[in-house]
């Protein structure tokens, strides 16, 4: 069965879908329009590959019919540049038919918590924390997405014990979903005083923020506490209380027991804000642990280099002295580690997507 043949039962679905999604019952229904929503954007990118593909099909056999039956040698000159064009643009299209065709990680379009905590390492692990945070607060500027920070737990001498992140923007989950792991830095600290160079850790979790609808919360059973903010910020920080701390009772789905949840926000002056954040942070952490068991069955069923939760595996190392980053999974290296830090990491980005869609067009026999 070739591409077209494979693309070609999905349009009915897709004139369905744009149907379905202006109907008022289905708008209604929040969860359902955004299903809905979601599957109609990645079938319209199907179909819109699709009519470039049947186009360049269509090119190369005008090209040919003008070389064979054309008395015009420039007219079959053009035709002749028109086949190669269309002859090299076809196999690039039908990857790119291929990989929509593989189901999208419906998860890739949201925004993420990101945690960024320092791991061995005492100090200097504090200040490579502060070292990543800086890394993705240049790269998300980069690409014009929003990044706030929601907690924020200071290192002794600088950098961060713990610091907490919401990013928002254009496809944040599918992008940065990689990141999740062990970061290892090789370098001589600043707190170092005999020149020894040390290695030390940190660890990044990237979640994808849960929507409303996913997450059932009684909020009746939320006990918040509200006190006074600390740090940077001026007077009015230590004088109104508008930190908020939230308690709520969860029970592990896996284990059956109730575990409690303790969530603080101390993000803005504004009490209904942080009030409002925690409460993201409770979705999202809830939803984390509940939709643990899809990204295990996942693993499961093949070998995956997105990150499955296991925080304990080393993804990459930053060795200062040798001026390279590495990273373990696919065996990149950029020997620009100033770059790196400075926000320009989108071609590890890139191998790691290349790789991991290499693998997703195995497994789905494409």
């Avoid at 679905?13 to 299903?35: G, M, Y």
């Avoid at 969860?250 to 027991?257: D, I, S």
């Avoid at 995956?304 to 999974?329: C, E, F, M, W």
Wanted: with cysteine; charged share 30%.
């Amino acid at each position: 069965m070739d591409i077209l043949q494979k693309t070609e039962g999905l349009k009915a679905r897709f004139e369905e879908v744009a149907t379905l999604i202006t109907d008022p019952s289905v708008i209604a229904d929040q969860a359902r329009f955004v299903k809905l929503t979601r599957e109609y954007k990645e079938l319209q990118d199907i179909i819109d590959a699709q009519k470039r593909y049947q186009d360049c099909i269509n090119g190369i056999n005008e090209a040919k019919d003008i070389i064979a039956n054309e008395n015009d040698a420039e007219l079959r000159e053009m035709a002749r540049q028109e086949l190669t064009v269309c002859e090299e643009r076809l196999p690039l299209l039908e990857e790119e038919i291929k990989l929509l065709l593989i189901p999208a990680d419906p998860e890739d379009g949201k925004n993420v918590q990101m945690e960024i905590r320092a791991g061995t390492g005492g100090d200097e692990a504090c200040l490579f924390a502060g070292d990543l945070f800086k890394m993705y607060q240049r790269y998300c500027d980069m690409k014009g997405w929003k990044l706030t920070v929601t907690s924020v737990s200071e290192g002794a001498v600088g950098g961060f014990k713990e610091i907490d992140l919401a990013i928002s923007g254009n496809n944040v989950y599918g992008t940065l979903k990689y990141e999740s792991g062990v970061h290892r830095v090789q370098r001589v600290p600043a707190t170092e005083t005999q020149g020894r160079m040390h290695t030390s850790a940190a660890t990044v979790a990237v979640l994808p923020e849960a929507d409303a609808f996913e997450v059932h919360i009684n909020e009746g059973d939320i006990k918040w506490d509200t006190f006074r903010s600390s740090g940077a910020g001026g007077q009015n920080v230590n004088k109104v209380e508008s930190g908020v701390r939230l308690r709520y009772p969860w029970k592990n789905p896996n284990t059956g027991v109730v575990e409690e949840i303790l969530i603080e926000c101390t993000e803005t002056r504004d009490q209904p804000k942080n009030k409002e954040r925690a409460l993201s942070r409770l979705r999202t952490f809830i939803y984390d642990r509940e939709h643990q068991k899809y990204i295990d069955d996942i693993a499961s069923r093949r070998k995956t280099l997105v990150s499955t939760g296991d925080r304990s595996a080393k993804i990459r190392t930053y060795n200062y002295p040798q001026g390279r980053v590495t990273d373990h999974r696919i065996g990149f290296t950029i020997h620009d580690l100033s770059g790196f830090m400075g926000g320009d990491i989108q071609a590890c980005i890139d191998a790691l997507t290349v790789a991991e869609n290499a693998e997703r067009l195995k497994a789905a026999e494409l």
